[in-house]
């Protein structure tokens, strides 16, 4: 899978690439190592088909006058994060754009999925959940009885 | 334990008669003559068996990214693994489920970075990092001896 990618020197080290968080208790954990919350690291591994992770890249976006938020256009329930193209490298993955019909600054992280996991622990909120919502995880957390 | 495989057996009922069969005959069983068996089970445990359940409701695409449903066998597997691994005072993971229909297992406490994917009763991914100074970080795929990940879990719940 990964013979068929080049990473794309376009993509700056300090370019964001998004990935969309789903607003839901198995999704988003309290790191108490980091004291914040995150998403987890199963929030970042390669499609079931094995196809690589998909994100939107923020220099794509910004050439179409649009913002980060505009990755959660027709997603409710989710919130946004964030990690850096140099992230990614130095976890040995490649950044490629892989401009969609229906998202053209949609692009694809390459590369060991065990290691593209651990970019959740770097990743960084571009839409936050609320407090109310993640008071509502903690609390489905200790008392699904 | 019961009341709620029975709960979540009877909404079920309304949608996979063939799902709520398996659960009846395979998981609950197990589970509560566990639970009944061993006194010593953390209090978390029912509330994370239940969370596991909950899985079994989520739809394909449920992370917009085209994630699979949960296996059930995924979720059987690491229940058992649950079960076989951890003490009264090891702290509450938390349990995700993973686009390809996996159950991941994970604590971040302690200065311990501990996640595990179960793939199967004899294949799981692990990843341990670990802040404290004389601890090495590693991956890697157990199969069958699950000692490393029963000292990692050790280490987890007596610091």
């Known amino acids: ?145 | 334990m019961e009341a709620a495989i029975e709960t979540f057996g009877a909404r079920m009922a309304l949608q996979n008669n063939e799902l709520r069969t398996w659960l009846i005959k395979i998981f609950e069983p197990k589970v509560r003559s566990t639970l009944s068996q061993n006194s010593e089970y953390p209090a978390w445990l029912k509330t994370t068996v239940n969370q596991l359940i909950e899985f079994l409701y989520l739809e394909e695409n449920w992370d917009t990214y085209g994630a699979s449903t949960t296996d059930p066998a995924s979720i059987e597997f690491t229940v058992e693994l649950i079960l076989s691994l951890v003490k009264q005072n090891t702290p509450q993971p938390w349990v995700v489920p993973t686009p390809n229909g996996r159950v991941q297992f994970e604590w971040h406490t302690r200065g311990i970075d501990l996640e595990i994917e179960v793939i199967s009763p004899t294949l799981v991914n692990v990843s341990y990092e670990d802040s404290k100074e004389g601890f090495d970080d590693w991956d890697c795929e157990l199969t069958n001896d699950f000692s490393k990940l029963a000292t990692a879990i050790r280490e987890l719940t007596v610091r």
């Not at chain 1, 994060?81 to 892989?98: C, D, F, I, L, W």
């Open chain 1, 1 to 145: 899978m990964t013979n068929t990618y080049t990473d794309d020197p376009d993509i700056l080290n300090d370019d964001c690439l998004y990935r969309r968080i789903p607003l839901k208790p198995s999704h988003i954990i309290f790191d108490d190592n980091q004291d914040r919350w995150r998403p987890t690291s199963a929030s970042f591994k390669d499609h079931p088909d094995g196809t690589p992770m998909s994100i939107t890249i923020q220099s794509e976006l910004e050439e179409d006058n649009r913002l980060p938020e505009n990755s959660l256009d027709g997603y409710d329930d989710c919130a946004l994060a964030s990690v850096t193209a140099g992230q990614a490298r130095e976890r040995n993955q490649m950044v490629v754009k892989e401009r969609l019909p229906e998202e053209p600054a949609h692009g694809v992280v390459v590369g060991n999925e065990k290691k593209k996991g651990k970019l959740a622990k770097e990743a960084v909120w571009v839409v936050r959940p609320t407090e109310a919502e993640l008071e509502k995880i903690e609390l489905e957390r200790k008392q699904r009885n």
